[in-house]
């Protein structure tokens, strides 16, 4: 097989057309300044940034949530808000609501948590099904109707959810039609020892974000969004795509494959790689960089995978094996 395709000129934008990644690799040096030993990670969401999707963390209390959503909104230059969630917030800390002020004789409008660019959805398995609902509505919508009225959040609209490891006291798992809305899963996970060593150097001192500096803008990264929707791909890989999502639902390991929604964040993610990569089209192996990623969260292992301590991970490698990669020469 041929992973290195050769395309029809014509029909691939030319490099000059879609818009330098450099702006992006300097946020995410950024970034990388903040939350230490965690390159992969911190690629990784940028990338569904830049795909207009939102992520979901799962990862236990500490390890740098924060620190990571408050650095991207300071590189970025964006509005960031922290919403820790607990059995009782409600709907309307996030959408919002009205209060009557006496001396206008009216109610005013008092916009919600979710009026922001960059949302830190915190331990999201904590809170109601309700609230969990009224947040993937905003997630879905980019807006949000109260009392009758709609109100569009600000563009770019990010969220960050975490959510503490299933089995952990006080959660509840999100259902899985909320899980499919998020574009990627990952775990942030421990820092490398030489990592954990200098933040311990430096505890008791300024924040590390209080370094970070704003090196683009809201604008701008509107523009970055529409340079990665612009990337080529061929519809020998969007086939590719499709095969690798179909093999998800009918795997002997898996009781649940993934969704019409799962192929459409993977073409999503595979250009934005490729465009971080430094490339106009889209390649196999960007698609087999995204695949765990887009995928591990909307599957679901079967008993007698689990019986065999097969993973997810394990899973995606073979699909990713078994799976023929497209051809890629030139028509």
């Not at 959503?69 to 922290?82: Q, T, W």
């Not at 820790?84 to 002020?101: E, I, N």
């Not at 300024?206 to 604008?219: D, K, L, S």
Request: glycine fraction near 4%.
């Amino acid at each position: 097989m041929n992973n290195n395709p050769t395309y029809n000129t014509d029909s691939i934008p030319a490099a000059e057309e879609i818009m330098s990644n450099h702006t992006a690799m300097k946020v995410l040096n950024e970034v990388n300044r903040a939350v230490l030993g965690k390159k992969r990670e911190t690629a990784e969401i940028l990338t569904a940034f830049l795909s207009d999707g939102h992520v979901l963390l799962e990862d236990i209390p500490g390890v740098g949530k924060t620190t990571l959503a408050v650095a991207f909104s300071k590189a970025m230059g964006l509005e960031c808000k922290r919403v820790q969630f607990t059995p009782d917030v409600m709907p309307s800390d996030l959408t919002g609501f009205s209060v009557y002020r006496r001396e206008e004789d009216k109610f005013v409008y008092r916009e919600g948590c979710v009026f922001c660019n960059i949302l830190l959805a915190d331990e999201i398995n904590r809170t109601s099904p309700k609230t969990q609902s009224a947040l993937l509505e905003v997630m879905e919508e980019r807006r949000v109707t109260v009392e009758g009225t709609t109100r569009a959040v600000p563009s770019p609209f990010i969220v960050i959810a975490t959510q503490n490891p299933s089995g952990t006291a006080g959660t509840q798992m999100l259902p899985e039609a909320q899980i499919d809305r998020f574009m990627v899963n990952l775990s942030i996970g421990y820092p490398d020892f030489n990592s954990e060593l200098e933040v311990a150097r430096a505890a008791g001192r300024q924040p590390r974000t209080a370094r970070t500096e704003a090196v683009t803008n809201a604008q701008e990264f509107l523009q970055m969004q529409d340079a990665v929707s612009r990337i080529y791909i061929k519809d020998e890989i969007i086939e590719y795509i499709l095969r690798l999502v179909s093999a998800t639902r009918d795997h002997r390991d898996l009781v649940r494959g993934a969704s019409p929604r799962a192929t459409i964040a993977l073409v999503k993610m595979s250009k934005a790689w490729a465009w971080l990569s430094g490339r106009s089209y889209v390649i196999p192996s960007d698609v087999t960089a995204q695949f765990y990623y887009v995928i591990s969260h909307r599957i679901s292992l079967n008993a007698n995978a689990k019986m065999q301590n097969r993973t997810k991970h394990s899973v995606t490698d073979e699909i990713i094996k078994t799976v023929e990669l497209p051809l890629m020469g030139a028509k």
